[in-house]
């Protein structure tokens, strides 16, 4: 490798986006990425694991060409069983439900629907449900091929480029939607602050992301490589540069200036499973998440996926907590 290597458990004095000045713990799992090492650090102050150091922002943007939506294997793709355009075409009702469920989230928290923000709308697919809800829609996505996608073939308002303050006129917005966004952005406080210009006050930011480190199954993975002294070591592009968990995404929210008042945690199907281990490991980890299906549905507790709701509050004060 071209850097230098780190060590298991090794402190290291570096940036937090939350904490600013801070030490960060190496963790047992780092990517080999360019001919370097890209490790999985934690915030010893507010517990945020990060991929450091970070990709540059032209190593990020070459992650969502074309071959992002429609391939799979092992070093490209969106990571599920199958490639990101053969999953939409067959969720079948199970997009509109989505969309559903979302408005009704973004409805208990607003009492009407208006104008809506799907930022990372990838081509288009959830925001033309939110439009044939009777949401006002534009999106905007990192992406060209996803961007000529859902102008051409869906007809929809998507702006090409990054997460820039003067891209949309401030306070405009009732809603702004993330969803399997945040993870893959290097300024995730930044971004979020961006979002809270663009609402109006009052209006709602919805986001969702991944949680695999809330997943049992994950802490005893990294129990055993730590416990072993190995890192686990991952070869696809580091696609999520921030792994949250429930206490660290409403930090971030808040150091965004955003007020979050709801959280709920979910599992992902186990059809949805990216299964790449052997036939043991496999069902241990298929057993697990029908734990966390239980758990989070339950308890909410446990679950490998986030949803949160956040208000540009209308004084602009951060008091209130996410509801547990």
Not at 164 to 173: D, H, L, M, T, Y
């Given at each position: ?118 930022v990372g709308c990838g ?37 090409l480029g990054d997460i ?16 399997d966004v945040l993870e ?141």
């Open positions: 490798m071209t850097d230098r290597s780190l060590d298991l458990g090794q402190r290291i004095a570096s940036t937090c986006p939350v904490c600013g000045p801070a030490q960060l713990r190496v963790l047992p799992f780092r990517y080999v990425f360019h001919d370097r090492f890209l490790y999985g650090v934690r915030c010893e102050s507010c517990s945020l694991v990060f991929v450091h150091p970070q990709p540059t922002r032209e190593e990020i943007r070459s992650f969502y060409t074309e071959e992002y939506f429609v391939q799979c294997s092992e070093s490209c793709g969106a990571h599920g069983r199958h490639a990101y355009m053969e999953e939409v075409a067959q969720s079948g009702t199970e997009r509109p439900r989505a969309a559903a469920r979302l408005d009704r989230v973004v409805l208990q928290q607003l009492g009407r629907r208006g104008r809506l923000l799907e081509p288009g697919f959830l925001l033309d449900e939110f439009r044939k809800l009777g949401w006002q829609v534009l999106g905007l996505e990192i992406s060209p091929f996803a961007v000529q996608f859902a102008r051409e073939h869906l007809g929809l308002s998507v702006e820039e303050p003067e891209r949309f006129p401030g306070a405009q917005a009732d809603a702004v939607f993330l969803g893959h952005l290097p300024e995730p406080v930044g971004a979020l602050r961006t979002v809270r210009h663009w609402l109006s006050p009052g209006g709602v930011a919805i986001i969702a992301v991944p949680s695999t480190l809330n997943l049992l199954s994950a802490r005893l993975g990294l129990i055993g490589y730590g416990m072993r002294r190995r890192f686990k070591t991952l070869r696809i592009p580091p696609y999520h540069l921030f792994e949250y968990t429930p206490s660290t995404l409403p930090r971030v929210i808040r150091a965004a200036g955003l007020r979050p008042v709801w959280l709920r945690q979910s599992a992902v199907p186990l059809g949805k499973m990216g299964l790449r281990g052997s036939p043991l490991e496999n069902a241990g980890k298929v057993t697990l998440q029908l734990m966390a299906h239980a758990s989070a549905h339950l308890l909410n507790r446990g679950g490998d996926r986030l949803l949160a709701a956040a208000i540009r509050p209308l004084d602009e004060t951060l008091a209130g907590t996410p509801d547990a």
